[in-house]
């Protein structure tokens, strides 16, 4: 635990929001997980655990005790017992893992963020290499049911924003709280920033969003965003918002899609891709989250009504808008193979009762009958499809 932890367990803050009202039940959940590690050293063999609520002062958070009892149970199977320590590997792990805790804990406490590249250089001694302590970051997350930004570790800023949006984000320097004067209200519009608002890796705290906006835009490549923008797409559908996470899409980019999708009377989402399976694939982890395994985070990272943006008859279609018939490629092997673990996805997510909008399986069925793509980039009338597809 950090060493101000010694003097004073967590106390509940006044007031909770979002994921403010989780970071008190994962200060709970560390602090009595690393509580009856000491005990299991401490106490007699055989001793019973402790209750939670005997441990924590204060009352326990909702949500708190099972995820406690779960971080707790990994700790103590690493750690062993007198008639059966744990394995040198599990000691190692052990050691790691409890570094990793007390600076997260610390990071909870005192509302700082850090990257993962900072957190691996905290423990260098520890950690070969950085790749060592990003699995055990990743392995706590799934433990304790947290995307890692709700632990205050943030990546670098990725994802990029432009159209008739209002963001409240917390000022440089302060940490989250649920006051207007920890925040400033941000306008996507800002002639200052002409190619776009960066999206703060800690988007997820946003206090509010607030747009007019009907539609909006998801855009795959950086510079596809940059040239819809140079040709008005803004002004020619305003109200309107236009998104890329440049490439695959990051958590906190997926974390303001959802915050709009929630809060602003639902407008609806095109996601503008390449016509192959793997910018397919991009369009769906926008719309229907992460895979199998990451349940407890699939609804806040969703964005059920989204819809591929896609020219109508694949390939073919696509010279109306004037893609090259040079510019279309066949299938490679690769391509296959991610289209047939889309399809797989697709049947799984029907089994299990989700919806699957019929543009995704259109699509799907067009690359795999027709054994053709192209990239987005390559068609010079991209403004047309665009018009044309939220004219209908």
């Given at each position: 635990m ?5 003097h ?9 929001w ?5 970071r008190?039940?994962l ?9 009856q590690v000491?005990r299991?050293i ?6 019973a ?9 204060g009352?326990v958070?909702?949500?708190c ?5 779960r971080l707790a ?8 017992s007198?008639?059966s320590?744990g394995t ?6 052990l050691?790691?893992l ?6 997260v804990?610390g ?7 850090a990257?993962p590249?900072?957190?691996y250089?905290?423990?260098?001694t520890?950690f ?5 302590s990003d ?5 706590l997350?799934q433990v304790?049911e947290v995307p ?9 800023a990725?994802?990029l ?9 917390p000022?440089p ?13 941000i ?14 890796p800690v ?17 795959e ?12 797409l ?11 996470a440049r490439?695959?899409?990051?958590v906190?980019?997926?974390y ?5 999708w929630s809060?602003?009377?639902k ?5 503008l891709?390449?016509f192959d399976?793997?910018?397919l ?7 229907f989250?992460?895979?199998t395994?990451l349940?407890?985070i ?7 009504e ?20 040079s ?10 193979a991610v ?9 799984q ?11 995704f ?17 390559a ?11 939220w004219?209908s």
């Open positions: 950090s060493r101000a932890a010694h004073q367990l967590a106390e509940p803050p006044r007031q909770a979002g994921p403010e009202a989780v008190f039940e200060l709970q959940a560390i602090e009595y997980a690393l509580l000491l299991r401490s106490a007699p063999a055989g001793a655990r402790l209750h939670i609520e005997k441990v924590l002062p009352g958070a909702a949500g005790t099972k995820r406690a009892e149970e990994q700790l103590l199977r690493l750690l062993g007198s008639s320590p040198l590997r599990k000691s190692q792990r050691k790691r409890l570094a990793l805790l007390d600076s804990h990071l909870l406490k005192s509302g700082r963020h990257t590249r900072e957190l250089y905290t423990h260098a520890l070969p290499r950085q790749q060592l699995d055990l970051v990743k392995w997350c304790l890692r930004h709700y632990l205050r570790l943030v990546g670098t990725k994802g924003v432009r159209g008739h949006l209002r963001l409240l984000e000022r320097g302060h940490c989250i709280g649920s006051q207007d004067a920890q925040a400033i209200w306008d996507c519009m800002d002639p200052l920033e002409p190619r776009g608002h960066s999206i703060s988007c997820a705290h946003l206090l509010r969003t607030e747009t007019m906006a009907r539609t909006v835009l998801v855009v490549k950086e510079t596809v965003f940059y040239r819809l923008l140079g040709e008005e803004l002004e020619r559908h305003r109200p309107c918002v236009i998104v890329t490439g695959f899409p990051d906190p980019t997926r303001l899609l959802r915050q709009l809060s602003c009377a407008p609806r989402f095109h996601v891709v390449d399976p793997h910018g694939a991009i369009a769906a982890t926008y719309a989250g992460p895979g395994g349940d407890w699939r609804e806040d990272l969703s964005l059920p989204a819809q591929p943006l896609l020219c109508p008859g694949g390939v073919p279609g696509a010279a109306r808008y004037g893609l090259d018939p510019e279309a490629m066949k299938l490679t092997p690769k391509d296959r289209a047939l673990g889309l399809q797989q996805r697709f049947l997510m029907a089994t299990d009762g989700r919806r699957i909008p019929a543009a399986k259109e699509a799907l069925d067009m690359l795999l009958d027709g054994g053709l793509k192209y990239e987005i980039d068609l010079e009338n991209l403004s047309a499809l665009i018009d044309d597809s004219a």
